[in-house]
């Protein structure tokens, strides 16, 4: 009995995108056209599957946006008064560069600037001493994250605005930097409302409320009753 031999083909694998622009070609050729009978027939091109493939790579290398990790970014996020939060990654060809330059690498350096906004009723020795400050805080990764705490702000500041840099150390107080970070506002912290900073309708109803007089009132008049 003669075995019927199959004729099998490597199968291509395809992206989304080679199949979205293959469906577009489809679509633009093989769909119906409307009036036709109003327009000129004009010459088509017709592509393998090859070279719709070809074509489809060629986009692809040429157009394709650049790579995120190409770039160093530090990104900066007020989480609280007391908090901040700070994300970074630096791509490998900075720190390439660096290490070309010195011959031990030291742990990076992670710089917070903080500048103070004094409310607006705020002495002026109070508006001098909000100038900016800073602090250090080592890392070592490329790419990391990590939770910046903060001291507790002064309470006459009505918030206080955050950038950060982070460098390399080359040297004695000597820093390369490698990536600056977006400013990021954190709220000063507010004072409870004391009692005489309410309202004075609701003040007193709650000093009626909890005076033993005004109970000792109230027993009274039910037991009269």
């Known amino acids: 009995m003669p075995v019927l031999k199959q004729n099998f083909r490597n199968r291509i694998e395809l992206s989304r995108q080679e199949m979205c622009i293959i469906s577009q070609v489809i679509s633009r050729d093989f769909s119906p056209r409307f009036f036709s009978g109003r327009t000129e027939p004009k010459a088509k091109i017709q592509f393998s599957t090859q070279e719709l493939l070809e074509i489809s790579r060629q986009i692809s290398r040429e157009y394709a946006p650049s790579k995120v990790g190409q770039q160093s970014r530090l990104v900066l996020l007020a989480v609280s008064p007391r908090r901040l939060h700070a994300y970074w990654h630096i791509a490998k060809r900075r720190l390439n560069q660096i290490l070309k330059r010195v011959e031990q690498r030291q742990p990076m350096t992670l710089r917070i600037y903080a500048q103070p906004e004094a409310e607006a009723g705020a002495s002026r020795s109070e508006q001098t001493d909000n100038q900016p400050t800073w602090f250090d805080i080592a890392v070592d990764s490329q790419d990391g994250q990590q939770d910046i705490f903060l001291p507790e702000p002064a309470p006459t500041v009505n918030a206080i605005r955050y950038r950060a840099m982070l460098a390399d150390a080359i040297g004695d107080q000597v820093f390369s930097p490698l990536a600056y970070s977006n400013i990021a ?39 009269g009753k």
């Open 185 to 223: 506002v954190a709220p000063g912290l507010k004072p409870p409302v004391m009692d005489h900073e309410l309202p004075k309708a609701i003040a007193q109803s709650i000093m009626m409320a909890s005076s033993p007089a005004s109970s000792a009132g109230k027993t009274a008049s039910a037991q």
